[in-house]
């Protein structure tokens, strides 16, 4: 792989995504990690983060010059090129010329590996206080700016690269060029990480872990979990049962999407479990969110428990009973997950990961390794449905969370039923892609006064939620056409009783969130 050293600030899985989308193979390893341990991973390439500190701060995190001296190519980003010029023997001071935001760069070195085919002037994105002032020995300066008169260097014989500023961010206009001549032609790699090569290689992994046993998979219908469910059914076929757990809190069609649309291109074998009553009666009365969110979260893990528990039943005199659980897990949970500090708790996630350690299953996680977009580009691979590879995201609490209150079979029919009109607008509209999801949200608890025909109502408002987002961690609401807002508004409100009112929310995140509760 290529190793992106995470020296502590958020970039770490941009670069990743950067270096991917090259179609070259990268993961995240943390600063803290020794060199060689890191050699030991067999780097086809390394590539130095940006971070927060000074190399001479207290407690910066510091560069072995082993990685240097190991023959592995090597590319500094910010503080990552601070930190090699250190390392090499350079010398990093306070210029004086903190440079953030927006400058220009000038390529001085017209042979440049770095900046072969660029122009000599090209807009960069800098955040830094500190600068090189004196190159480490053997390093060829290429280019300046106002405000750093080292802000890259190269040594090609070394295969040793670094910019001051940050490649991967979308303003630095020729980034991805730099990092792209750094990996094929500074360390002379090649492109193989294609889609078709991840599924072929992925579906091999599965089948080496699985061998010959069997698996069970929770599929919710989303992308992940269908995709990897599609991946272990290539890997071991019929060995592989799905199961569906019906909360009674899906939109208008879900369970048919998944039961029609996804066995019928996979072949899978699927076991639908309708436990809708059971989560009502657990809901009844609850309109506090969190509370919600924990009801719902601990009935999804009971009914699949004990669907597992048939599964399993049912297997257990064959020679190979179940043994193996498939998850979804993205890359960007498992390196949140294993490097995630101090990040408060906004909303409890409900996933099936929430799984009790005693349920005794060897996990099986096909796409840890990927990024959504590589997920949806596999799936595709895999000939998993447009329908289900394009889908926008859809939290696993379904409406329970889209009702502002208490949840009822009532108002599950009313948010159901205005739900399936905006999805169907914005769908003849040709939007799906555009917007990241848009929520429809019942203020249950809110009345307000309308007329209708001629008489008075006294109805509930429904809430549009569009929304744009690149991963859902930060968002903006889509500015929708005018025309669209009008249908939606005029067929919901035509077309659902108890709704008499229909608002657009106008909040980005932060400070909202995506969904309402
Ligand atoms: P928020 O509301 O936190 O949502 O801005 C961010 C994204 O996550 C989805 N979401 C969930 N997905 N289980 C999920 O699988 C959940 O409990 C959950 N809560 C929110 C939300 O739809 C958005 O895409």
Redesign the pocket.
């Known amino acids: 792989p290529v190793l992106v050293v995470d020296f502590g600030a958020q970039y770490a899985q941009l670069i990743a995504r950067r270096v991917r989308e090259c179609a070259l193979y990268s993961e995240v390893v943390p600063h803290t990690m020794s060199a060689e341990e890191m050699l030991a991973k067999n780097p086809a390439a390394i590539v130095l983060s940006g971070g927060p500190s000074s190399v001479y701060a207290d407690g910066a995190p510091s560069l072995d010059v082993a990685l240097l001296e190991a023959g592995v190519p090597v590319f500094g980003i910010c503080y990552g090129f601070q930190a090699m010029a250190h390392a090499l023997g350079g010398t990093v001071a306070h210029t004086g010329g903190r440079e953030y935001g927006h400058t220009m760069a000038t390529i001085t070195h017209t042979d440049s590996i770095l900046f072969d085919g660029q122009p000599a002037e090209q807009a960069v994105w800098m955040s830094h206080g500190d600068g090189v002032s004196e190159a480490p020995t053997g390093m060829t300066v290429c280019a300046r700016t106002p405000g750093a008169p080292v802000a890259a260097f190269e040594d090609a014989e070394r295969k040793l690269f670094g910019v001051q500023w940050h490649p991967e961010v979308l303003h630095s206009t020729h980034g991805q060029e730099v990092l792209r001549n750094f990996l094929l032609n500074g360390a002379g790699l090649k492109a193989e990480w294609t889609p078709a090569n991840m599924a072929e290689e992925l579906v091999a992994q599965v089948r080496e872990q699985i061998g010959e046993g069997r698996a069970i998979c929770g599929l ?1 219908g ?1 992308v992940d979990s269908s995709v990897a469910a599609a991946m272990v059914q290539k890997a071991i076929g019929d060995r592989l049962t799905c199961v569906f757990v019906d909360h009674g809190l899906l939109r208008a069609g879900e369970a048919e999407q998944v039961k029609e649309d996804f066995v019928a291109a996979t072949g899978v074998d699927l076991v639908v479990v309708d436990a809708s009553e059971r989560f009502l009666e657990a809901l009844a009365g609850q309109s506090d969110p969190e509370t919600k ?1 924990k009801i719902i ?1 601990r009935e999804f893990i009971r009914v699949f428990e004990q669907a597992a528990r048939d599964i399993v039943g049912a297997e257990s005199d064959s020679e190979h009973p179940v043994e193996f659980l498939v998850q979804g897990t993205l890359y960007p949970d498992v390196v949140e997950s294993g490097g995630g500090t101090g990040a408060a708790n ?6 099936v990961g929430g799984l009790p350690d005693d349920l005794q299953f060897k996990l099986v996680e096909p796409l840890r390794a990927l990024f959504k977009d590589e997920v949806r580009q596999v799936g595709l691979e895999l000939g998993v449905p447009d329908s289900i590879v394009w889908r926008q ?5 379904g409406l329970g ?1 889209r009702i502002i209150g208490e949840v009822t079979a009532e108002r599950l029919e009313i948010l159901r039923a205005a739900d399936k009109i905006a999805r169907e607008e914005l769908t003849a509209a040709g939007l799906d892609r555009d917007i ?2 848009c ?1 429809v949200v019942l203020l249950a608890d809110v009345r307000s006064v309308g007329v209708q025909g001629d008489g008075r109502t006294y109805g509930h408002p429904i809430v549009l939620r569009p929304v744009s ?1 690149e991963d ?2 930060t ?1 903006d609401w889509t500015r929708l056409p005018y025309d669209v807002l009008a249908t939606i508004s005029n067929r919901i409100t035509n077309e659902v009783s108890d709704v008499n009112r229909v608002v657009l929310d106008v909040t980005s ?1 932060p400070p ?4 309402w509760e």
């Open positions: 919710s989303g969110r979260g906004i909303k409890s996630h409900h996933n995201p859809f939290p696993g609490p969370i990241w999801q929520p987002s859902a961690m968002a995140k909202g969130t995506i969904e």
